[in-house]
């Protein structure tokens, strides 16, 4: 067994492990202060219909994948004005995707494997180039996130005040779905789309019971979901069993470990 | 504070909707003085009339009240003086310029709303972002960052819990560090919505001292909305009234009369006064949550 740590593929799914871990943590943070939980599945499963749409067109899926995740953010980012509309926005985006993710799979269930492994993750399988990328993006969305900091900050957090000092709270809007949308391709790697939640949203919801200090929040955030996924890597290394089982397992422990744990005391 | 200066006294005007259009711009050239000027300013959103022809000039350290019932436009006056809404006719200045997104003078105070309990956040990084969180990027100098946030902390007296997760605090608290938040960035002019909705008698009583305060001793400028009057009466140099249909600023002393509000109002309406306190009888006199006629008097 343990000579299975000299095999690449080990050090590939480490690698974009770990670059999506920090990802995730990091965006999870402003998602969960933001609310948008119901964001990410729609992105998630709108990226399911990108990447079965791309296998059907003889694309790689990756692309499918991320292409749709930031068609899909940008369709919500320009339809939601209002919270409540925004909603039904999203909702009305992710069932038309899912549908339309039916539909391929029932028409062309040879893919049966690819669709999977974008549902559940396949992060043992990436190779050489899925870490190239992987960085590139990750790259990306964490310079976006560092450049947007205080303001997106101050928008997720307090609107009303943030538009009144000047700042475009809907173009923060959109730019953080966009990251949204990277991120999300991101972790479909790891955990696969119904999974999403695991990474994108747990950590940090773990990280919130921990400080109330928002850098700290954020810095926990990512060390848990880097964590749980190279816990989830190893454990899926050594039993056979799925990454994504592990993963998810790990990630409600961690949840369960800060709930538990100390809470924020008042000053 | 009762005493009200001689340019805001002789400023008595009323004004009727269309009525009034008759006002020529040229009669009010920009007052150099004058922190806020409207100039027959009309507002309508989504083809909606909200209100006509608002002619009013706030001096530097007047304390304006808005009052009117729910839709009269108070909360769309001050998001024309942030720059968040054009006029659709007239002219509105402040400090002599046409409003702008981001006035760095301006100050703003909303309503208390409670923050969720488990919001990754303190009230020191609240206040923080009154400083620089319309800023890109992330903080480079925090220690000064952190020693600006401490005074004004001290100034509102709220350090003793700053560092505690913000959704933990009460109403009260966090409204106090709305006014450190709103404070920090020195402003000259104070825009207040409701600041006081929903916060008990005692901390609605610490809010208006704070606000009165910078407003004394800065020679700040305070536009306050409010649905009830009484917390910020002696205060008040002046209340704006604005009805839909017409508008009036006076005095309190003139203003809260039975002839004049029903005159404003266009319904008969009854104004009581009792010792210190005001009741405005038989409409709504403003909110944004339904508001129990009587509890002006209560």
């Known amino acids: 067994m343990t000579s299975l740590w000299g095999y690449a593929f080990v050090h590939h799914a480490i690698m974009v492990g770990m670059i999506t871990a920090v990802v995730a943590g990091a965006v999870g943070y402003f998602v969960t202060a933001r609310n948008m939980g119901f964001a990410v599945h729609g992105l998630a499963e709108m990226g399911f219909t990108g990447a079965a749409g791309a296998v059907l067109a003889g694309v790689a899926p990756e692309v499918g994948l991320l292409s749709a995740c930031l068609l899909a953010a940008l369709a919500i980012g320009l339809l939601g004005v209002r919270l409540r509309e925004r909603d039904v926005a999203i909702g009305t985006v992710l069932a038309f995707g899912l549908g339309l993710g039916v539909l391929f799979l029932v028409l062309y269930t040879r893919y049966a494997t690819e669709a999977f492994s974008i549902l559940f993750g396949a992060i043992l399988a990436v190779d050489a180039q899925d870490v190239v990328r992987s960085a590139v993006i990750g790259a990306l969305v964490l310079a976006a996130l560092l450049l947007v900091y205080r303001p997106l900050q101050f928008a997720s957090i307090d609107p009303a005040v943030a538009e009144a000092r000047g700042i475009p709270v809907r173009l923060m809007s959109v730019v953080f779905l966009l990251v949204l949308a990277l991120a999300v391709a991101e972790a479909v790697q790891v955990v696969g789309v119904l999974l999403i939640v695991t990474l994108l949203i747990t950590p940090a919801g773990a990280a919130r019971r921990l400080t109330a200090q928002p850098g700290l929040a954020i810095l926990y955030s990512t060390l848990i979901a880097a964590g749980v996924t190279v816990g989830g890597i190893v454990g899926a290394v050594y039993t056979s069993w799925p990454v994504s089982f592990f993963v998810s397992t790990l990630s409600l422990l961690a949840y369960l470990a800060a709930r538990l744990g100390a809470r924020p005391a008042r000053a | ?298």
């Open chain 2, 1 to 298: 504070m009762n005493q009200t200066p001689d340019s805001i006294a002789a400023d008595r005007q009323i004004g009727a909707g269309a009525l009034h259009a008759a006002r020529d711009a040229a009669t009010h050239p920009h007052q150099p003085g004058a922190a806020v000027q409207l100039e027959d300013a009309s507002l309508a959103i989504a083809g909606r009339r909200i209100w006509t022809d608002l002619s009013l000039t706030i001096a530097r350290g007047e304390f304006l009240v808005v009052i009117g019932p729910n839709g009269a436009g108070k909360t769309s006056l001050l998001r024309v003086l942030l720059g968040l809404v054009p006029l659709v006719r007239g002219r509105a200045l402040v400090h002599g310029e046409v409003p702008r997104r981001g006035h760095p003078a301006i100050g703003y105070i909303p309503q208390q709303r409670a923050f969720d309990p488990e919001i990754p956040l303190r009230g020191r990084d609240l206040v923080g972002m009154g400083l620089d969180g319309h800023r890109w990027g992330i903080s480079v100098r925090p220690a000064a960052h952190r020693a600006r946030v401490d005074r004004i902390l001290d100034l509102v007296g709220a350090r003793g819990y700053a560092d505690a997760p913000i959704g933990r605090l009460s109403g009260g608290e966090q409204q106090r560090l709305r006014i450190a938040q709103a404070l920090i960035g020195d402003p000259s002019l104070l825009l207040c919505d409701e600041p006081l909705l929903s916060l008990d008698l005692h901390s609605q009583a610490v809010v208006v001292e704070l606000i009165a305060r910078w407003s004394r001793e800065r020679d700040a400028t305070v536009i306050f909305v409010t649905h009830d009057i009484n917390p910020v009466l002696r205060l008040a140099h002046r209340i704006l009234l604005l009805t839909g249909a017409r508008w009036g600023v006076d005095t309190p002393d003139r203003m809260l009369t039975t002839e004049t509000l029903s005159s404003l109002y266009g319904v008969p309406v009854d104004v009581v006064r009792h010792r210190d306190r005001v009741a405005v009888l038989g409409v709504d006199v403003g909110g944004h949550d339904p508001v129990p006629h009587a509890e002006h008097g209560s």
